[in-house]
């Protein structure tokens, strides 16, 4: 059955692919599974019939036959899990694959999160000023640790896996604080990632919801 997940009807990044049904998207891409989309509101995401799907009212969600899933996390799991080429069969590297994917969104995200409140959420607080250095300093602190581990390599560990694409999507966020680029090879690694078909499938499928334009793959 074709799986349905649901996207910002109009994401407030106007087609930057930054909502987190790219990632979900991107995952179905490279797996080859078509996917429907059901785009929602920001007051539809808060009813209950969005709300049944979605206890924390958002996007993006994941359904399949008598299946809802909610959290991208799990989503790609899910689809990795379903499909070949998201994660090795070898059983130690499988799981390697997977600390990834939860160090993507539990270790390194929040960070980023966090930044992304400050700038745009607390831009016109008192303190934000004071703060905002402190905040950009706890994520060049992850980011350090992560440019460690992957040196030179091309992905976090051997092939592409679920946990690139996840940790990817993070480090995407970033792009626009300039922070990226104080770390080169996490730049390349970030721009490898966009230029896999799959995500520039993905990232096309969300612009032509932002912006009425038809995907040209
Ligand atoms: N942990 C959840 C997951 O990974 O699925 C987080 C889901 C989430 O934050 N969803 C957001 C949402 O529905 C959309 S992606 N927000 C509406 C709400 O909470 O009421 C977050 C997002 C939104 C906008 C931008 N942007 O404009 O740049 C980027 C990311």
Request: a positive charge; aromatic letters at 8%.
């Amino acid at each position: 059955m074709t799986p349905t997940i649901t996207a910002f009807e109009r994401s407030p990044d106007g087609g930057k692919g930054l909502a987190r049904d790219t990632r979900v998207r991107w995952a179905l891409e490279e797996v080859g599974q078509p996917y429907a989309v059901r785009l929602v509101s920001f007051q539809a995401m808060k009813q209950p019939a969005h709300l049944a799907l979605h206890p924390f009212g958002q996007i993006p969600t994941y359904q399949e036959s008598d299946l809802a899933l909610f959290e991208t996390g799990s989503i790609v799991l899910h689809i990795a899990g379903r499909h070949a080429g998201l994660l090795p069969n070898e059983a130690n590297a499988r799981a390697r694959a997977i600390s990834w994917m939860f160090a993507a969104v539990n270790t390194v995200e929040p960070p980023i999160l966090e930044l992304a409140t400050a700038r745009v959420l607390e831009s016109d607080k008192p303190w934000t000023k004071e703060r905002l250095p402190l905040v950009m300093d706890r994520v060049r602190d992850r980011l350090k640790q992560l440019a460690a581990r992957l040196g030179d390599a091309d992905w976090l560990d051997g092939a592409f896996s679920a946990g690139d694409l996840m940790m990817v999507s993070v480090l995407l966020r970033l792009r626009m604080s300039g922070i990226l680029n104080e770390f080169p090879n996490l730049s390349a690694y970030v721009a490898r990632g966009e230029a896999r078909p799959a995500y520039k499938r993905a990232f096309e499928a969300q612009l032509a919801v932002n912006t009425g334009k038809q995907p040209t793959g």
